[in-house]
């Protein structure tokens, strides 16, 4: 396994091609806006070389026998798929923001048992090359940016009747050798931090779609492909001097990027699907399925960093003894921990699929995401309450600082006895950071959008909650005799 600073060395050595705010980086590892987003990529492989967090960081390879760290893991159990989840809340806790390194291993794993059920089906031989694909990620310990969300222009047509065809990712040429793809994948978290992008489709396609139903992976330097830095509320104060205080979490962030793919070239042996249309909606569904699982542990960890930063406010203002401050607090744990029961729950109940590594309960997983759409809102509002107005009014840290103003600002915005302002201003900025600043991406709106949007999984809940079956089990209490409904026709 990598070390972290082993990791950091690794992205040096990587050609990659950003841009943030019209300009090409050159070199992206210590851009002052980027960089805290790494630091979070680094807790995953920092973390792992901890004895204390041996047993959540790593995992033992079913492919090669070998210790990994466990993002790069095929989950082997229902006790894998729980550690995983474990392993999430504990760098969300770690990191206050988004890790990123998630969206890599839940693309592993859906490939792997989508890509053995194309080959049963189809005799090709996909699983074998995902297989070494996979094997050379873990023996390097890889991040890897999943990729699935294309940018999908007119969402009334499908991929094939886009106006302009590149709006989904797509094969514009299969050689003996390969295929050269075009397109891009929007919102890729993670994606200039990461060594590999790995491509699947975005929906469940028809025939005429074929040529959008591709899954590949490609170095994240390789020929054709550049990122396009997504913007963030707040992001340039980290460009300021002396606004470490006014940042909230100088240390870490999360980050989303447009990945262009400019007429790429995918040797065969880096394809895992090729034209399979009728297999892109499998695909989807896992991935999905395995993302919205890792939300009832990443938001989990955050939700539990973001609830500690209101009780200090509370203790700061003085008031930690009123009770309805203690009662949004608790609702605040009973809300999070809600969230953590529903990812621990849709892990307890996976399952082996036939390619040998496990699956969460799709059922429960889209139910976990979908609470995860409404739950860190609430959270969110109710530690904006208990912070007060201060934490979007009060002044920079230039100010605490200044000779001439320093004293007063010093003076007024002191709180509980015995409280230093500093202290008190220096949480204020973590709430303000996590509820509206950079990391709001990863709290709030990634939660409402990340790993499909609420009505994806309300599809994803009609298709798996059965019915029928429910229905059937009303109609025997009742004593229903259905025959009596035909004859009152
Ligand atoms: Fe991982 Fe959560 Fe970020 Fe997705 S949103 S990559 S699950 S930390
Ligand atoms: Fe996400």
Not at 253 to 280: I, Q, S, Y
Not at 315 to 337: C, F, Q, R, T, W
Request: glycine letters at 8%.
């Amino acid at each position: 396994m990598m070390t972290k600073e082993q990791y950091i060395e690794s992205l040096r050595k990587l050609n990659l091609k950003v841009y943030l705010m019209g300009e090409r980086i050159e070199n992206p590892v210590d851009h002052p806006m980027i960089r805290p987003s790494m630091n979070s990529v680094a807790m995953t492989y920092e973390l792992a070389e901890k004895e204390e967090y041996k047993d959540l960081m790593t995992a033992t390879s079913n492919l090669t026998g070998k210790t990994i760290n466990r993002f790069c893991h095929l989950h082997q159990s229902t006790e894998d798929l729980i550690k995983k989840v474990k392993m999430q809340r504990l760098c969300g806790q770690k990191t206050a923001a988004c890790f990123q390194r998630c969206v890599g291993m839940d693309a592993f794993n859906a490939i792997y048992s989508t890509t053995y059920e194309i080959d049963q089906k189809y005799g090709t031989e996909y699983h074998k090359r995902f297989t070494e694909y996979l094997k050379m990620v873990q023996d390097k310990d890889l991040t890897v940016d999943g990729a699935m969300t294309d940018p999908k222009g007119d969402r009334s047509l499908g991929p094939s009747q886009q106006p302009d065809p590149d709006l989904y990712l797509h094969i514009v040429e299969v050689r003996k050798d390969g295929i050269v793809v075009r397109g891009a994948k929007a919102h890729q978290t993670g994606a200039v931090n990461s060594h590999e992008h790995l491509i699947m489709p975005t929906v469940a396609m028809k025939e005429e779609d074929k040529d959008y139903a591709v899954s590949f992976a490609v170095p994240s330097d390789a020929e054709g492909v550049f990122m396009i830095y997504g913007r963030q509320s707040c992001d340039t104060r980290k460009l300021e001097k002396d606004a470490d205080m006014d940042l909230g979490n100088s240390q870490f962030g999360g980050h989303e990027a447009l990945v262009v793919f400019d007429d790429v070239f995918v040797p065969n042996e880096r394809v895992f699907m090729c034209k399979e249309w009728d297999f892109a909606g499998m695909m989807v569904e896992r991935f999905a399925g395995y993302h919205r699982q890792s939300y009832g542990g990443c938001k989990v960890g955050v939700g539990d960093v973001l609830i500690g930063a209101a009780a200090l406010a509370a203790d700061y203002n003085g008031v930690p003894k009123a009770s309805h401050i203690k009662d949004k607090l608790i609702e605040m744990m009973h809300l999070n921990e809600t969230l953590y029961a529903c990812g621990i729950a849709c892990s307890a109940e996976g399952m082996k699929m036939p390619a040998g590594n496990y699956q969460i309960n799709l059922l429960l997983a889209n139910v976990c995401k979908q609470n995860v759409t409404r739950m860190p809102y609430e959270i969110a509002r109710l530690a904006e309450d208990i912070a007060g107005g201060l934490m979007v009014t009060m002044p920079s840290q230039q100010d605490l600082r200044s000779p001439e103003i320093g004293r007063y600002v010093e003076k007024y915005f002191k709180g509980a006895r015995n409280t230093c302002t500093e202290n008190r201003m220096r949480i204020l900025r973590l709430i303000e950071n996590l509820t509206l600043g950079t990391a709001a991406v990863g709290y709030r709106t990634e939660s409402m959008h990340g790993a499909g949007s609420p009505q994806a999984q309300r599809i994803m809940i009609a298709r798996q909650g059965n019915l029928e079956n429910k229905k059937e089990l009303a109609k025997v209490i009742a004593k229903i005799d259905e025959s009596k409904n035909v004859i009152n026709k």
